[in-house]
């Protein structure tokens, strides 16, 4: 029988034809993304030039994708989609641990590896040195023995290395390891916030919506070791005017932190400091990874 397709029986007929899906998991996110896709343009009551509209804006979104930037995941950010993802995957969690921020469009892997006490500011910069420390502990407060820690951050004028002129040299990025106790310190600059960049399809839907467009300063940390649950998080400078509203969703209170001008218990006395403890729940087979995001390169296979 010939189906009359109109604006309710279309749904149906979608999820009819895609019902010999194999892999159920891809069946039942394709229903529910396919459900909520039609619930969105009815409600929107979207037209044909709305809709082009948005074709052209994701289209759009694609051509600004490289081996050095990723729109999709700037989109995500800024949609709050990727903040969401991380509070489903923390909720996942046996233990508590740190909670999860975004990984964001600047991670790269293989950062240098460096020892305990380096600094990751490999070029000259006229940025506050600062020395960050703290301890990696399990959910009983032990510490962590060789906690794996890859750092990366912005500079004092707000810019990752790959938004720079040669974007294939590394910059104020690292990989570190804790001590046998899971403490660890090392050396950088206080990074500034900065503008998400605002030269896509994403700063002109930012501009659109009469936002701001910045992110409060901070740095970005993945940490984990066998056995536990990789934390992909950030810490945020407590005194930025855009600690309250950030584009992106990445800021929750327990990741606020600050520069302390003279810390006694700081490893390197004299230096301004940021204390932070990471906490690492036990892995559970479901989720080793918490990353809502990746390296760039890895994603655009067709590169730039
Ligand atoms: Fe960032």
Known sequence: MI????????????LEQMEGTANPRLKQIMEVLVK????????????????????????AVGHKCTAYRQEFILLSDTLGLSSLINTLHDKRTGQTGTKTSLLGPFYR??????????TIATKPTNGMEVVLYGQVKDSEGK???????EIWQPDETGNYDLQKHDPSEMDLRGHFHADADGRFYMRTVAPLGYMIP????????????RRHGYRPAHIHFVVGAPGYREVVTAVYLGNDDHIDSDTVFGVTDSLVTQVDMNDPASPMPGIP???????LAAATARDMTGRVGADPSQITSAGA
């Open 273 to 279: 400091s940021i204390k932070f403890d990471f906490h």
């Open 109 to 118: 892997q293989d950062s240098p590896v460096m020892k305990l006490g380096d």
């Open 198 to 209: 605002m030269d896509g399809p994403v700063g002109d839907m930012i501009r659109a919506q």
């Open 3 to 14: 189906r009359a397709i109109d604006e309710k029986t279309i749904t149906d007929a979608a």
């Open 36 to 59: 909520h896709l039609h619930a969105f343009a009815r409600e929107a009551d979207l037209t044909p030039e709305e809709w082009i509209e948005g074709i052209k804006f994701l289209t």
């Open 143 to 149: 510490g962590v023995a060789g906690a794996s820690i």
